[in-house]
């Protein structure tokens, strides 16, 4: 797919969008959407290839991988009138279609203005920026910001990308799925650095970043991620640089308890009194230029969670309805490595032996009159331990689900002077079990509103009872 917008400066490409990956309406999905910055019209190629590299990285990695069907990715091409900005003379400004050769803000109205002109408002999106820049750099930012959904912004120099490929596409990939950490789970740094605490600050002090998993807590009682740290762990962490591998060697960290959740000090760039969940995690540190730590498992239950926040798994539902049955279906996107558990309800009462996207209903299976119909979705990913939102456990209720008695009180298919007479033998009197498939229209009485109701269909061949479904809630 390819649609076009029309720009009002007459020096710049129109942009153009392209779809990447599209695993369901943008309404119901996470919309990654990359948009060049700094390439020239020649270099489209260049561009979307960047792309592609880009997409193929974030999602073979943990958790988005297990969750791609979650996400749509679209790349917005526009041309700029300056290439490298390396290349531009000090102190020229570079001719660039957004003017952010710097990095990417969320606030960016330009880039919000392009974005909006293809995909609508209301659909959360992930903008990311690719600056055809060897010093731009990368940043990333999670925006607070519900009006648009514009969940947040990362950019990313590519220009290094370009020299030699064979060397820096891991540092490349690595860099993107860093930054998306930042944009969609507003995870924090946990680099060390030359900032210092001064007497009695703590995380209040710095409200703005949400430190999902960085703190300055070491009471464990109190740790936020405490939930993933194993009793035997001590806290804090002991950490100690370990001998180089070779002589000469740069030494590195190390710690008896590397493979656990702890709590680690040096974190948000500071060295003292900030700490992070693990020794290496994605949002720290690289093995090497060739690969990289995976996100460890706080940032990873924060990201999980950040999807689910973004996308309703009992959004797409649906029914229909005709002569003999009434279907009411669910449409959720399914993670990649297990299923979601789906469970279905009539009037609270779970329907056994029905785990489908679908459940058909018929009033001789739940009988006539008003009822509830619940259906249940629950991710048990063993990601998220815990889910303090009930973000991993959704419903949707249909109610009320009213199934009216047929006017064919004979039985014969027919609405004809049998059923007038066995009508009038009980009209006026009150709803009892006995008199209550004459109620018509189900409101307790046997009035000349369930008359008229009849006078409607007499003459004609009734088969099956009449229904109504009220949005669902």
């Known amino acids: 797919m390819v649609l076009c917008w029309s720009s009002s400066a007459a020096a710049e490409e129109v942009p153009t969008i392209t779809t990447v990956m599209e695993n369901g ?28 590299v880009a997409t193929e ?38 001719r660039t279609y957004f003017g952010e050769p710097g990095g990417l803000t969320s606030s960016s109205e330009k880039v919000e203005q392009t974005v909006r002109a293809f995909l609508t408002v209301g659909n959360p999106v992930v903008a990311a920026i690719l600056v055809n820049d060897d010093r731009a750099g990368a940043g990333g930012v999670h925006s607070n910001r519900t009006r648009n959904r514009f969940i947040g912004g990362m950019s990313i120099g590519t220009g290094l990308l370009h020299h030699d490929p064979n060397i820096t596409e891991p540092i490349y990939r690595r860099t ?40 300055t807590e070491t009471r464990r009682e109190f740790i936020k991620w405490n939930h993933w740290v194993d009793p035997v762990v001590p806290i804090p962490t002991p950490v100690f640089l370990a001998q180089p591998t070779a002589p000469g060697g740069s030494f590195y960290l190390d710690s008896a308890y590397a493979d656990k959740v702890g709590l680690f000090e040096g974190a948000f760039m500071f060295d003292r009194g900030w700490y992070r969940p693990k020794l290496h995690c994605m949002m720290r540190d690289s093995p090497s230029w060739e690969g990289s730590y995976p996100f460890c498992e706080v940032c990873r239950e924060a990201l999980v969670l ?168």
């Open 57 to 94: 990285g974030l999602f073979q990695f943990t958790p988005f991988k297990e969750y791609r069907n979650y996400f749509n990715v679209y790349a917005i091409w526009a041309a700029s009138q300056d290439s490298f900005l390396s290349n531009v003379a000090w102190g020229e400004e570079p």
């Open 306 to 473: 950040e999807i689910y926040r973004q996308v309703d798994p009992t959004a797409e539902v649906g029914v229909a309805v005709s002569d003999t049955v009434t279907v009411f279906s669910i449409n959720p996107p399914v993670p990649v490595d297990h299923n979601l558990q789906i469970q279905w309800l009539v009037d609270d009462s779970v329907v056994p032996n029905q785990f489908s996207n679908q459940l058909e209903v018929t009033d001789t299976g739940i009988g006539y009159g008003r009822h509830t119909v619940t259906v249940e979705v629950v991710d048990t990913t063993e990601f998220v331990r815990k889910d303090s939102e009930g973000l991993l456990v959704r419903s949707v209720r249909w109610q009320p689900v009213v199934f009216y008695p047929p006017p064919d009180f004979s039985g014969d298919g027919k609405v004809d002077f049998d059923d007038f007479f066995m009508f009038a033998d009980v009209f006026g009197r009150a709803k009892s079990p006995i008199t209550e498939r004459y109620d018509l229209d189900w409101d307790g009485r046997i009035d000349f509103n369930d008359f008229f109701l009849f006078a409607d269909a007499f003459g004609g061949r009734i088969s099956e009872s009449r229904i109504s479904v009220e949005l669902p809630q």
């Open 25 to 52: 309406p943008g309404a119901y999905r996470i919309n990654v959407v990359f948009l060049s910055e700094a390439y020239v019209a020649s270099q489209r190629e260049t561009y979307f290839n960047d792309v592609a």
């Open 176 to 215: 993107v799925i860093h930054e998306f950490g930042h944009a969609l789970g507003g995870l924090s740094d946990e680099y060390n650095g030359t900032l210092v605490l001064a007497p009695g600050q703590t995380e209040s002090n710095f409200l703005g970043s949400r430190a999902i998993n960085v703190t």
